[in-house]
């Protein structure tokens, strides 16, 4: 039988106005917006539909505008009949995937994200690092670079020759020319300010960890795929799990892969963007995808899935 995966973006998927036409045309997506202004002390209405794109830049508003949009976007779906079987989350995205599947709450979801963009621009400010997409090598080509050169490591394995590399400034910046000279298509610097999904964050988790450690978590409606282990994992694994997705690296081909090996034929992408259903086109060409993030796009998916 024919399953779906609900899939929820990173930081970098985000517009201004993003979810305001569905928040205003179902109350269920402004609940989620009203709750979460409440849960994080952000004002997210107006951030998210008035605010200017530069508002959004910076990490601390970033992540919890993302996930409450991408929670906001889920919950019209599900208000018009349309659940996933599986979950899965890109980075902070992982948040979405768990308040997607009841395995935390909305109000829950969204004040950690909160404190995860906090904790991680406050390490990015006392340990500065970057973050560099090779394109055009093969993730074993770019993992030898990232052995021979200190301080730099795989962050995201976002989809076959396309990996991002994270670290100190200096060897993120020898890691690309090494990657040129052994034939990479080109190599393109992220707009961040850590390096990410390295050790070099890992003070991050240890801020997050007391928050982590209050919230309930229980098993989800929707089986949750990590892609900290591109594995399915049940909910005893969550708390240490979003601590340790800071450090390590986002296995989004993997577990894009390990869906598909469960019989995952359809992906709807949840949120702002259309990012991560690019990605998939080049992990398997074959299954159908969609991207979830106005109201246009919404009736598309609840006529083909409702």
Known sequence: MSKVAFMFPGQGSFEAGMGKDVAEAVPEAMEVYEQGSESSGIDLKKLCFDSPVE?????????????????????ALRSRGVSPDFVVGHSVGEFAALGSAHSMS??????????????????????????????GLADEAVEKLCEKITNVWPANYN??????????????????VEAAREGARRAVRLRVSGAFHSPLVARAGDRL??????????????????????????????????????????????SARELINNGVTTFVEV????????????????????????LESLDEVTEALG
């Open 271 to 294: 949120g702002p963007g259309n990012v991560l259903s690019g990605l998939l086109k080049r992990i398997d060409r074959s299954v159908r995808t969609f991207s979830v993030n106005d």
């Open 106 to 135: 909305v109000r829950d979801a969204i004040a950690l994200v909160r404190e995860r963009g906090a904790a991680m621009a406050a390490v990015a400010r006392e340990h500065p690092g970057s973050m560099a997409a090779i394109l």
């Open 209 to 254: 960890r007391p928050a982590i450690e209050k919230v309930h978590l229980a098993e989800g409606r929707s089986a949750f795929m990590s892609t900290v282990t591109a594995k399915l994992e049940d909910a005893q694994r969550y708390r240490e799990l979003l601590i340790e997705q800071l450090t390590a690296p986002v296995r989004f081909t993997q």
């Open 55 to 75: 508002a959004l830049v910076d990490t601390e508003m970033q992540q919890p505008a993302l996930v409450t949009t991408s929670l906001a976007l889920d919950a």
């Open 159 to 176: 989809c076959p020759g396309q990996l991002v590399i994270s670290g100190e400034t200096p060897a993120v910046d020898e890691a690309c």
